[in-house]
């Protein structure tokens, strides 16, 4: 096949990991456009993909006003940012596919929903665990009927103690104003994920969760706003200390990659401290502007009576999500690697075991990052949309799955979908 041309809408980090794939695969995709409004990240791309000068932009917006010069667009924007580059890569009849969540809001999905079947535009928004290896033979499994029927999942997000504080304390995900509510922005492909398995629609939620521990009165005695400042008895006492995950935990190891790369773009000991002293990665994690909760559970009803609930916790190892799906003549337990299949019958066990061993950018995820960005580009080639494992219409049915469970959290009442 030809290769795919492809432009990408924002080279952040997932921006910049799903053009990965043209690097390795450049005889299926090649990447041809960049926008972006940081000029390290801008000129890093365009370097790595020899974009020309003519089509490296500082706003998404000048590269969609330009006849169309692709066949597919990765949108990868800040969460709050999707609605209008989405809208207007429609009109303009490019493949879309858009970083998760779709939007913050479920009047900004519908309009994109609208949009693309308006246009016909081959569309996937990033629910990566779908196209894991895991997900694959689970799914395999459940056709098979190795458990039977379906009638629960309970499925545990653990998000990792340092993750929470990096990301949704004092990263781009903690406010929800300025991005989205937590269970959207690091959940909603969960939530995707059990409407997938369940194969079945979800119809009523309720959900109970706070901002429990990082606020100010859960401060140690002492503390200082930034971890800098801090007294030395204080700041090593403390597992969320800057210092410790990001300079005695990653650069002094020699580590340089995620999350600390986030921090500052060439990490060292000596960038890293000075980004510690003056931006938002060196802040104390009790005197920080978030304002998502740290955890929260999610009690869901499918059609006929099946249930499943899904935990989201921020006060655990960084480690795989687990997942325990309950059927009719079996179990499964899931560590997002292993599948063990308990038969009622025979009382025997058989597991599965799916691991990757893939350390590189697109080995995120399981293994999903890989296979979402290598089932889009087969999907554009050949123009299929069915080459993808979801499209706009279901993924706006988990969508709204996520926003009723929000507003179930607000209002401390079960929601009917």
Request: glycine share 8%; with cysteine.
């Amino acid at each position: 096949m030809d290769s795919v041309k492809v432009i990408v809408a924002g080279a952040g980090s997932r921006g910049a990991g799903y053009s990965q794939y043209a690097l390795e695969h450049p005889d299926q995709m090649t990447v041809v456009g960049v926008a972006e409004p940081r000029d390290y990240f801008r000129e890093k791309m365009a370097a790595e993909h020899n974009i020309p000068s003519d089509n490296v932009f500082s706003d998404w917006r000048e590269m969609a006003a330009r006849e169309k010069f692709a066949d597919a667009v990765i949108i990868a924007t800040q969460d709050a940012m999707h609605e209008e580059p989405a809208l207007a890569f429609a009109e303009r009849k490019y493949a879309i596919l858009l970083e998760k969540p779709m939007a913050p809001t479920a009047e900004a999905c519908e309009h994109i929903v609208e949009a693309v079947k308006k246009n016909g535009n081959l569309f996937a928004v990033c629910h990566v665990l779908r196209y894991t290896a895991y997900t694959r033979k689970l799914k395999e499994l459940l056709a098979q009927g190795v458990v039977g029927e379906i009638i629960g999942i309970d499925r545990v997000e653990p998000v990792g103690f340092w993750h929470m504080a990096h990301s949704f304390v004092r990263g781009n995900w903690r406010n929800e104003q300025e991005s989205s509510f937590m269970l959207l922005a690091k959940s909603c492909h969960d939530m995707d994920w059990i409407h997938h398995v369940m194969s079945s629609k979800c119809t009523a939620v309720s959900s109970f969760g706070s901002l429990r521990h990082f606020e100010p009165g859960q401060a140690p005695e002492g503390a200082a706003l930034r971890c800098l400042d801090c007294p030395s008895l204080v700041e090593k006492n403390c597992p969320y200390s800057a210092l410790r995950i990001y300079l005695r935990g990653c650069v002094e190891r020699g580590y340089t990659g995620w999350p600390v790369d986030v921090v500052t773009p060439e990490p060292t000991i000596e960038s890293v401290t000075e980004a510690l002293r003056v931006e938002p990665y060196g802040r104390c994690v009790y005197h920080c502007d978030n304002n998502v909760v740290d955890h929260q559970v999610v009690s869901m009803e499918f059609e006929g009576g099946k249930t499943a609930t899904f935990t989201m916790m921020a006060f655990t190892q960084m480690e795989h999500r687990s997942d325990r799906i309950f059927g009719t003549r079996g179990e499964i337990k899931g560590d997002g690697s292993k599948l063990s299949v308990y038969d009622f019958l025979t009382d025997t066990t058989q597991v599965y075991d799916t691991e990757l061993q893939d350390s590189s950018i697109l080995g995120g995820h399981g293994g999903g990052d890989y296979g979402l960005i290598h089932a889009f580009v087969q999907a554009v080639a050949a123009n299929d949309q069915t080459l993808l494992l979801t499209g706009a219409d279901e993924t706006l049915e988990s969508h709204l799955m996520v926003f009723a469970a929000e507003q179930a959290r607000l209002d401390g009442k079960v929601m009917n979908l």
